[in-house]
């Protein structure tokens, strides 16, 4: 299979600088490297090819034999200088130096970025959790809470540089304050932490007594935490600063509340409503009536119970339920009747429940309707 022109491979147009060779390669290697197509079984070959095309285009001197011969000027292989009658010496493609212009391109991320960039020595600190339980109630109304938040704190003897007396670290010797030193592996520039400094890009040459130079200690602290109206269990509340202290100087992290609502005796939540299961008489609920029933905000509210109501019927309060967070209104409270069958009857009672059932054959509408249903199914399984 013939080669394909080296600009078509690079995407470039004949007389493309220097600058547009080497982003147009870029580009490619990136978009090819095999690490990221491990599904397109032709991309191993595809980025040999885009760096065998840089490595004859990035040289003065092949290029502009390519340019003249095409890939004739090179049947005996890239690399070494001119030979008598035209084209170069034979040898394997090196493109060693090629990809080590994309190798940062490609794996800066893993790598701490830009090998040219010095590495701060402060660090951002960690960000903190704190799991915070609150009752039915203080979601209700709103409360505020101290919290006692174990966590690293700035050192106050060295105002968090770690040096003592608060003096300026200096530059780590071994890696020039880059953070990190490299070595060549092949064509592969491998960079590691250095051991030195262990990556700050800086050392102290007297450490700080009181933190061990790390510029930060041990220390808890009482904070106050307003936790608004209307919080559900997963609410996340952050206390910007509040968090572990930087290293040596760096910016604190965050405090992130995570609130947890606990269940309740009386009433249950589901979002911003409440349900609340209201025992009723069994009179009470044949005669109708009216229940007292309780609400969040401590008050009371009077129910009618309709004559006749049976067991999970359902009555409704407007805006008695839960704030919604931030405002948005109210929910609603659902009452859910629970007809109570009397215990521990007296003779008596048992004389006059008797006299009653049989005086209430044609009051139990349901009973009888499902009882009609059962024997038309027994009929039915006998024929």
Known sequence: MAKR????????????????????????????????????PNAEAQFKEVNEAYEVLKDADKKAAYDRFGHAAFEGGMGGGPRPGGGFNGGNPDFASAFSDVFEDLFGDFMGGRGG?????????????????????EAFKGVQKSINVPASTACEVCRGTGAEGGA???????????????????????????????GMGQTIKNPCRACSGQGRIEKERTLSVNIPAGVETGTRIRLAGEGEAGLRGGPSGDLYIFIEVKDHAIFQRDGVHLFCRVPVS?????LGGEVEVPTIDGGRSRVK????????????????????LRGGGVGDMVIEMAVETPVNLTSRQRELLHEFEKLSEENNPEGKTFFSK??????GMKS
């Open 5 to 40: 022109d080296f600009y078509e491979v690079l995407g470039v147009a004949r007389g493309a600088s220097a600058d547009e060779l080497k982003k147009a390669y870029r580009q490619k290697a990136k978009e090819l490297h095999p690490d990221r197509n491990s599904s397109n």
């Open 117 to 137: 960039q010095a590495r701060s020595r402060a660090q951002r600190g960690s960000d903190l959790r704190y799991n915070l339980r609150v009752t039915l109630e």
């Open 168 to 198: 300026e670290p200096t530059t780590c010797p071994t890696c020039s304050g880059m953070g990190k030193v490299r070595a060549q592996q092949g064509f592969f520039t491998v960079e590691r932490t250095c051991p030195t400094c262990q």
């Open 282 to 286: 069994m009179i009470t609920a044949a």
């Open 305 to 324: 119970v309709p004559a006749g109501a049976q067991s999970g019927k359902q009555m409704r309060l407007r805006s008695k339920g839960m704030p919604a």
């Open 374 to 379: 059962v024997k038309g199914f027994w009929d």
